[in-house]
């Protein structure tokens, strides 16, 4: 095996130990893959969850870790066998780096189910390159190019990072339930995922509702394409719309009554999950018998589907709200995302990374 590269990045060595500039071993490129200057990395609220070892009980983090699955950066080199990128391409590299490819998730182009799918971070490195995968919050990154995907030239790169998770996420849902016109569909939150969902739902042509507990969100949740904004606290507000949603998309990861939602639904009408609360949701059961409506979850999108997504961003001109920061600033980001205190997505320019 050849000798690994010396990356720069920033990682935490302990759950309660902020990020720091480090040094990180990356592989050298093989046949199939592809080296990439990263120029941007977008901030996911579970790159805070690793870093915080706040999911130890599924997914215990393994010291240093590296986070950031929201790569969007500049091909450096390729290996002998690659055939779809060149030096200089423009691409991005989400939440997977790897998978088995032969189970029957992969062979249908779902490669975010597969049992064996490898994780950008804090997954075991098949390669033994480390003890396991290092995120984008580094210089580069060696991926093998079936996980890259090419970035439309029109879109700014710092607001297309989050697309590599908080955009897939939302519409792979989306996508799978026929989100269009003449379906009326919910938004549950607005917050990094739910102002892509927002966008998604619009641009496919859906009468878009977004429910929200915050009043002060209403202008920006219309400016965002919403054609109506529900105060969800408001029972008056809410059961207006009763019986009369074919689909809802929850973004919410907070503890809140999933019930009041499920009551707004058609018969066959669906609410999928993508924020995940830390604790089970109660959901009651016949509140999905009467009516034949029912309750899912979703994971981002195969890699298929992720270009889809790109592309469709790109001719639609699509992009997330970002801040862009510095390298130095994530510690100080961390803690303002967990008061919600960004609108809606934290991006690094990782130029910023150069001068450690």
């Known amino acids: ?48 969850h690793y870093a915080r070892d706040e999911w130890h009980d599924t997914m215990p983090t393994v010291y240093p870790c590296v986070p950031g699955h929201e790569i969007v950066g500049r091909v450096v080199s390729v290996g002998s066998a690659v055939t779809k990128y060149k030096a200089g391409d423009t691409v991005g590299v989400g939440c997977l780096v790897d998978s088995d490819h032969t189970c029957p998730n992969c062979q249908d182009g779902l490669e975010q189910y597969c049992p064996n799918m490898v994780l ?15 995120g984008g919050y580094s210089d580069s990154i060696v991926v093998d190019e079936h996980f890259v995907v090419r970035i439309p030239e029109n879109l700014d790169l710092a607001a297309a990072a989050p697309l590599l998770c908080a955009g897939i ?49 209403t202008e920006d949740a219309k400016r965002l394409g919403a054609d109506e904004v529900v105060i969800s606290k408001n029972p008056d507000e809410m059961s207006k719309h009763a019986g009369s949603f074919d689909f809802i998309l929850d973004c919410v990861a907070a503890q809140h009554d999933i019930n009041a939602y499920i009551q707004l639904l058609k ?14 949701l109660p959901v ?5 018998i009467f009516g034949r409506r029912s309750f899912s ?14 592309d469709f961003c790109g001719e639609h001109n699509i992009t997330s709200d970002v801040e862009v920061i510095p390298i130095q600033k994530i510690n100080e980001a961390y803690d303002r995302m967990t008061k919600s205190d960004v609108k809606y997505r934290f991006t690094i320019d990782m130029a910023s990374l150069k001068g450690e």
């Open 1 to 48: 095996m050849s000798t690994p590269y010396q990356a720069k990045a920033y990682s935490a060595s302990s759950k309660t130990s902020p990020l720091v500039a480090s040094s990180i071993p990356r592989r050298q490129p093989t046949d199939r893959d592809v080296r990439i200057e990263i120029l941007y990395c977008g901030v996911c609220h579970s790159d805070l």
């Open 297 to 310: 979850g979703s994971a981002i999108g195969g890699l298929a589907e992720t270009q889809e997504m790109l």
């Open 267 to 280: 018969r066959d009408g669906n609410i999928t999950m993508v924020g995940a609360p830390e604790k089970p």
């Open 284 to 288: 009651g059961v016949f509140g999905l």
């Open 120 to 134: 950008t971070y804090g997954s075991p490195d098949s390669h033994g390159t480390a003890p396991v995968t290092y």
């Open 169 to 217: 996420t939302t519409y792979s849902p989306l996508r799978h339930w026929k989100v269009g016109k003449g379906k009326k569909v919910g938004i549950v939150g607005l917050g990094g995922l739910g102002h892509m969902g927002v966008k998604f739902a619009h641009a496919f042509g859906a009468h878009t509702v977004l429910f929200t507990t915050s009043p002060g969100k």
